[in-house]
């Protein structure tokens, strides 16, 4: 009797297994490209913001690093007149040096300068040539016109208040004179094409 029940039991087994078998053969093949587009668009998706977290950490990073090397930036802008004036003080004692009082005055003063200056320089501050220089716009701020015959236009010949740059970023443009050729004399100015001259009245 009990093998009997066994028999009954192992058939009804293999009728389940069966059907489930062809239950799965019987699944629809859309439902499965269906999964597999899902699944592909999610992995798209993954990817985009991937790239995107990656790009967010460059641009985050470069930020950072810009920020640490331009961090004293306001406080070496702030501290620029006190070089100004130092070489005002040289400058204006030059002529003056009528005591040995006034000498080591100067000497004193230029000895500070030059410290303060290799300071300065040690983090990334250095003046900007001018005298002799081509006049550049994006770099110099020219105040006034020298005419002369001696060189071409647009060159430098006095500076006014020195310029710097803080390592590649322009800190303060210097204050130059620029080079100009003469105007043509006023005879020039006045005659007409023809070689008629106006009249004066």
Known sequence: MEEIKKDISNEQEKEELSYEGSALEDKPRDVVENLQNELNQQKE????????????????????????????????????????????????????????????????????????????????????????????PEVHHAVSTFETEDMDDNIIVEELRKGYLYKDKLLREPLVTVSKKPKLSSESETSHPSGAEDEKN
């Open 45 to 136: 998706k993954y990817l985009r913001l991937y790239a995107e977290f990656e790009n967010y950490k460059r641009m985050v990073q470069k930020e950072r690093e810009e920020l640490i090397n331009y961090a004293n930036e306001k406080l070496i802008k702030d501290l620029l007149p006190v070089i100004d004036n130092f070489e005002l003080a040289i400058k204006h004692s030059v002529g003056e040096l009528n005591s040995s009082w006034l000498e080591s005055m100067k000497q004193g003063i230029e000895n500070t300068l030059k410290e303060f200056l290799r300071i300065l320089e040690k983090y990334g501050v250095k003046p900007i040539e001018t005298v002799g220089q081509l006049f550049n």
